[in-house]
């Protein structure tokens, strides 16, 4: 690695990280990250709920999202088991809100242990798949997953769900749009740091929105 001389940029090789230092790199530059809670329920009926930074939305039509999951000590996560054994899921978003409870979430609990369970996180039932909505959201996503592609070497794979529907708090939605503002999502920095929204800064749409002549 090159270190800095004034005006210069440290050059780091990604082939030559490990895979520790390259995870810290790229989620130290890749901020701030949504959070995607995920609910999930294993083939015996077993609820789980857990945090991923690595996630967004990756199509409008139908509306699709994105999860990264990686392997833990070389094994399957149970949320991304519980995705491939009954290819639904729903996504929460993380608020200010939730903190506490989302960030409790992402213990390392064994795979007999519910988190909503062992955290007394309230939950609600969904409409189309099995897996349950966390009340303490105000939006939730139902998904279906579309396809599981894996990356690079193997230690990550990308769970694409199609949303089944939305379930929208009228305190975050006026019926036709979501208020960021009144939503107050969290989202992750690298390391062990969140961050709110901040300044929202308003600036005219230049492009033309999808669906929109």
Not at 140 to 155: I, K, Y
Request: hydrophobic fraction near 40%; charge should be neutral; charged fraction near 20%.
């Amino acid at each position: 690695m090159n270190e800095p001389r004034g005006g210069e940029y440290a050059t780091v090789i990604a082939a030559e990280l490990d895979t520790q230092r390259a995870y810290k790199l790229i989620l130290g530059c890749v901020v701030p990250r949504p959070i995607a809670w995920i609910t999930s329920i294993s083939a015996e009926g077993r609820v789980n709920a857990a945090p991923f930074s690595s996630y967004n939305y990756v199509s409008h039509s139908p509306p699709m999202l994105a999860v990264n999951i990686g392997l833990r000590a070389g094994k399957l996560k149970d949320t991304a088991r519980n995705i491939l054994e009954t290819r639904e899921f729903v996504v929460n978003v993380a608020t200010e809100a939730a903190r506490q409870p989302m960030h409790d979430s992402a213990c390392d609990f064994a795979p007999e242990e519910s988190e909503p369970e062992a955290l007394g996180i309230a939950l609600v039932p969904s409409r189309f798949v099995k897996p349950p909505r966390i009340a303490l959201s105000p939006v939730h996503m139902e998904c279906r997953l579309d396809q599981a592609v894996r990356l690079g070497t193997g230690n990550n794979t990308l769970y694409i769900g199609e949303v089944i529907a939305f379930h929208l708090s009228p305190e975050v939605f006026d019926g036709e749009v979501v208020d960021g503002a009144k939503l107050r999502p969290l989202a992750r920095l690298g390391g062990p740091y969140y961050t709110t929204l901040g300044t929202i800064i308003r600036a005219p749409i230049l492009a033309m929105p999808p669906g929109r002549r």
